[in-house]
């Protein structure tokens, strides 16, 4: 069974239809591909893997489980993760707290034992940073892991994102334009980066792109979405040559 | 060579525990200079009788930056938590204090007030915590006038039939004659038998600061941190943003709760108008000027805000003119760049003064 199953998704805003029947299924371990041209719906589609939004139509199975209109809680705790196309770090907040974070349902204490200092509290918060600081490694940020995450340089803050998202043990990672902003260098060390999170962790990963020597590069099937619907669907090479992309992209008819 | 190890541990200790062990300190230093103060002599009675209400300051200052300065959510209502736990912890302890042991009949007063301003809390917590910045400002700031105006119109007597209430007058609750009002309406509670002292007061403030420096600093205080640093982010890493935003606002309730019994058990009479919106304005301009999240900052603010206007009475007529200048000259010098840098380098000079300066730096290396 597949790990992801997306069903005639679907969402309107009033009479703004932003993704129709939106078919996609994701299998265990793979990379996958989300393009089109700017506003296509793709980030819509994550926010509602994400249950950030609700679909006014369709089904989401994840594993088994409709996850389809639950809360974001709900569908970390079953194993989607994300990142977002701006940045959203916890600025105020150490770059190891930021991974810890991401913990915070692998690993629980109560309150009081926080408040009175208990031994499961000094235990739990000890396995937490040997978690967080082993991710923390894997992204090359473990020297800067008491700086703030607002310090970071941009290119680190994406890499750090994926670490929190990753410390939530996800089955589904979905990385909404990951190497937006990145020179061609970083984009190199972030394609390698995410092969290495796929084979590291055994994860499907989903994601948005729109440098397209990324997206070939290392997906093994891309969705073209444009005006909210499927166009294409298939290998790089298909989806290249297949004309509606290319009307999509460049204009035609 | 002592003194050279203490202040070599010093260094290596994590940062954390360093500036919580730094708050502590203060207030017990404090405590301890003013006792030595009262014990010699030289203790103004102005200011001997600002202790308790600093105390009490600190406290609400302290529990009001959980809300405000770590969970970021604008709380304007804190003071109804305030009158809350003052008048149920008052009532028992006037009920109380004849028959029952005189500590336990206060720590118990001091938990009802706790408890009772929790619940409130909780009950406030629900609708309001759906409300989003000055959405939520505004309810809280309602409920702390509800709170307020409700107190102020309740008659409330005990009689050999048990409690009797109205929300119309003292007559009208149809007592026997052996009857006596405990809250009688806007005049309140009188004839309380004073407990508050300064030491009951640095105890609370110290139980505060054990609470919320352990809370903000674990699990718990990571996920409300969170909250306030970006919301969506927090969501989507599966953290429950309503448990975590009810457990710093009821947290923050009981505290002030405490606080209301406090500053209630320090005077003979207990009227609920004390505990109006400029209570809460003025609470919240002490976690402002101290900094949002920073509980030193809060215990400081407090500790100055309290004591000015007392030490400005000698210039009564332009009291609250001098107050708001320097109110205003606190907000620009105390977050300016250039004032950080000064505190920086001043901070440098006392570090190089000390004897174990180069464990410290040692220390650090290690």
């Known amino acids: 069974m597949a790990l992801l199953e997306v069903r005639n998704l679907g969402i309107a805003f009033g009479g703004l239809q932003a993704v129709s029947q939106l078919d996609m299924t994701i299998e265990k371990g793979h990379l996958y591909g989300l393009i089109g041209p700017n506003g296509a719906g793709k980030t819509t589609a994550f926010n509602m893997l994400t249950g950030m939004y609700a679909p006014t139509e369709g089904n989401i199975i994840l594993d088994g489980v409709d996850i389809t209109g639950k809360s974001p809680e709900f569908i970390s705790k079953h194993g989607v993760a994300r990142t977002f196309q701006n940045i959203r770090l916890f600025n105020g907040l150490s770059v190891l707290d930021n991974v810890k974070l991401g913990l915070h349902n692998q690993m629980k204490y109560a309150m009081w034992d926080g408040i009175f200092r208990t031994p499961k509290y000094w235990s739990k918060e000890a396995e937490m940073n040997h978690q967080a600081m082993k991710l923390l490694k894997i992204f090359d940020l473990d020297e800067e892991a008491d700086l703030l995450a607002s310090s970071l340089p941009y290119g680190k803050q994406r890499k750090l994102e994926i670490a929190r998202a990753l410390a939530t043990n996800p089955k589904l990672l979905l990385l909404d334009e990951p190497a937006a902003g990145m020179n061609p260098q970083e984009t190199d060390e972030l394609m390698k980066t995410v092969r290495f999170v796929r084979d590291e962790f055994g994860i499907a990963i989903l994601l948005i792109e729109h440098d397209m020597n990324f997206v070939m590069g290392i997906c093994e099937e891309i969705t073209v979405l444009d005006h909210g619907q499927c166009i294409a669907r298939g290998t790089g090479k298909e989806v290249r040559n297949n004309p509606k992309v290319v009307a999509a992209y460049l204009g035609g008819d | ?366």
């Open chain 2, 1 to 366: 060579m002592k003194k050279l190890k203490v202040f070599s541990r010093w260094g290596k200790l994590d940062k954390g525990f360093r500036e919580k062990a730094v708050n502590y300190a203060i207030v017990l230093v404090a405590y301890l200079a003013i006792q030595l103060l009262a014990a010699t002599g030289n203790l103004k009675n102005s200011v001997s009788g600002q202790l308790v209400p600093i105390c009490t300051y600190v406290i609400m200052a302290v529990s009001l930056n959980l809300v405000v300065g770590f969970l970021g959510e604008l709380s304007l209502g804190h003071a109804g938590f305030m009158s809350l736990g003052a008048f149920s912890g008052t009532l028992f302890w006037v009920l109380n204090c004849e028959t029952m042991p005189k500590p336990v009949a206060l720590v118990a007063a001091f938990l009802i007030g706790g408890v009772v301003a929790g619940i409130f809390g909780f009950i406030i917590g629900i609708p309001v915590l759906r409300l989003r910045g000055d959405y939520l400002a505004i309810v809280t700031l309602a409920f702390g006038e509800i709170i307020k105006t409700v107190i102020n119109a309740i008659y409330l007597g005990v009689d050999s039939n048990g409690f009797h209430i109205s929300l119309k007058d003292a007559m009208s609750m149809g007592m026997e004659a052996d009857g006596t009002v405990l809250i009688n309406g806007a005049i309140g509670i009188t004839g309380v038998t004073k407990a508050s002292t300064f030491t009951i007061g640095v105890v609370m403030v110290l139980i505060t600061l054990f609470v919320v420096m352990n809370l903000v600093d674990s699990r718990a205080g990571r996920a409300i941190k969170s909250i306030r640093d970006n919301r969506i982010a927090a969501e989507s890493i599966g953290i429950p943003i309503t448990k975590y935003k009810m457990m710093a606002f009821i947290t923050s309730a009981v505290l002030a709760g405490m606080a209301g019994v406090l500053y209630s058990l320090n005077y003979s009479t207990l009227v609920a108008k004390k505990f109006d919106y400029n209570t809460s304005i003025l609470v919240l301009v002490f976690v402002v000027l101290g900094g949002m999240g920073n509980i030193r900052g809060s215990i400081i603010a407090a500790t100055i805000l309290t004591v000015l206007p007392e030490l400005l009475r000698s210039v009564a007529d332009y009291r609250m003119l001098v107050y708001a200048i320097l109110l205003i000259a606190m907000m620009i010098f105390n977050q300016s760049p250039k004032a950080i840098a000064w505190r920086a380098v001043v901070a440098e000079k006392i570090k190089s003064r000390m004897p174990g300066k180069k464990n410290l730096k040692q220390g650090k290396e290690g």
